[in-house]
C-alpha cells in the first residue's frame, strides 16, 4: 500500500496553507504596527521642534515648498516648540483617502498641556503636499 505517498503530499499541502496562512497574518500585523509613514512624520515634527525650515519642507512636493513660507513657518515653529520640547506622543489614527491624496491623521498628545492636536498630513506620489494643525 501507498498509504504513506498519499499522506505526504496532503502532509505538504497542509503545512504550505499554514506557512501561507501565517505570512498573511503577519504581513498583517506588519502593516498595522507601521502605518503611513512615520519616520517622514517624525522628521517633520522634529524640524518644528528645532525651527529647521528646510528638514520641514525636505520631504515636499514643489507646491508644498512653495506655498509654505519661511515666516509661516517661523511663526508656527514659535508656537509649537515649547510645547514639542516639553515632550508629546504622537499617536496613529488612520488614513482617509480624499480626492487621490492619502490623508494621514495623527494625534499629539502633549505633556503640559491639556488639549491634544490633529494632525493632518497629505500625501501625494510619497511626497508631502500638506499639513495642517487643528
Known amino acids: 500500500m501507498n498509504l504513506a505517498v498519499q499522506t505526504e503530499p496532503r502532509r505538504r499541502r497542509t503545512a504550505a496553507a499554514l506557512g501561507l496562512l501565517a505570512a498573511v497574518l503577519i504581513t498583517g500585523v506588519a502593516a498595522a504596527e507601521a502605518p503611513g509613514h512615520p519616520a517622514l512624520f517624525k522628521k517633520m515634527m522634529g524640524a518644528l521642534e528645532s ?38 506622543t504622537p499617536t496613529y489614527l488612520g488614513t482617509l483617502n480624499q480626492g487621490g491624496w492619502a490623508i494621514q491623521l495623527w494625534k ?27
Open 51 to 88: 525651527g529647521d525650515y528646510e528638514a520641514f519642507v525636505a520631504g515636499g512636493d514643489p507646491a508644498f515648498k512653495a506655498a509654505l513660507s519661511k515666516p509661516l513657518f517661523d511663526g508656527t515653529a514659535a508656537k509649537l516648540a515649547p510645547l514639542l520640547k516639553a515632550g508629546y
Open 108 to 134: 499629539l498628545s502633549f505633556k503640559d498641556r491639556e488639549d491634544d492636536l490633529l494632525v493632518k498630513m497629505a500625501m501625494k506620489d510619497g511626497k508631502v503636499a500638506g499639513f495642517n494643525f487643528q
